[in-house]
């Protein structure tokens, strides 16, 4: 739908917390930007300000430089939103358009967390996994830890975490349709690797995360760098599910980036926190903290061949 936007529409339809997203037309990539909350009387919270001049809603920095113009207002499954263009792109010569709409914090969906292990490792890594997110004070009834390799499947709860072992090779992302599946009541899944751990404030900062678009994914990290964790619509996992002897656990992110309608990347800061043996069998490995998530990523070097 596209019409003229005015004080009045900004005023009924927009005032509030927004979030800005870029995506390359044709991509399934939407780039987190960060939030804006418009106020009345043409100003932002963050500082910014904002008109409507010639049916368009223009975004403009301190210094009075117009950042976005959006000529175009959608209405789509209960989610208003904008379409338009980064000028400082256009003078680029980059085709990429700026998205601003609702926010949705990711608190108000249903949840659930899935640690992804192998039944080789799970002695060594669980225990730090699971005793952090018990410090987080997350609730343990939402936590699946699906192993993989296992002699036979099976499915089981041991004080409040439910278990699937899964006779296949499925790790990572190619965990996650299994439990998918089974579980009618989660509408997003968050994907940790067994090699993993989260801080104090975890709970906090994993339900402030945006899902205002209902991503089919929001990847903490570019998808090139195939790092797998972050949060994976339920609905988009059912649908992949049939994919996944074919795709194979190695091509599996990529193969199903490329198939999702939109995938958030909040390409967060990662902080080199040095080594340790966090397993205490003598592998050092390099703590990656990401602190905008409340997640830390303990990574082998290649010599070490990723094991514990």
Known sequence: MRLPITDEVVEQELLGAMSIVTNVYGSPIHRYMGPITLQE????????TWETDDGALRIMDVSDTCLYEFRALETKNGCVYLIGDSLSNERKGQRERVILHQSVPFSDRKSAVCISTHHKY????????????????????????????????????????????????????????????????????????????????????????????NPDMVLFRKPSENLEIGLYHSDFLAAVVSELPRVGPSRALDGFVANA????????????????????????????????????????????????
């Open 261 to 308: 309608r939109i995938a958030i990347v909040l390409d967060c800061n990662v902080r080199d926190e040095g080594q340790k043996d966090i397993y205490g069998n003598g592998t050092s490995r390099k703590i990656l903290s990401m602190p905008s998530v409340g997640v830390r990523k303990f990574k082998a070097k290649a010599a070490d061949g990723g094991k514990p």
């Open 41 to 48: 009387a043409g100003v932002t919270e963050e500082g910014y």
């Open 122 to 213: 799970r002695e060594h890594t669980l225990p730090v996994i699971l005793k952090s997110l018990k410090k987080a004070a997350f609730d343990m009834s939402r936590v699946y830890v699906s192993v993989a390799a296992c002699s036979k499947q099976t499915n089981y709860e041991e004080n409040g975490v439910q278990y699937r072992e899964l006779t296949g090779d499925y790790h990572g992302f190619t965990a996650l349709p299994v439990a998918a599946v089974e579980e009618k009541e989660v509408d997003y899944w968050f994907l940790l690797h067994d090699t993993c751990a989260v801080d104090a404030d975890f709970s906090a900062k994993l339900s402030g995360i945006d899902v205002g678009l």
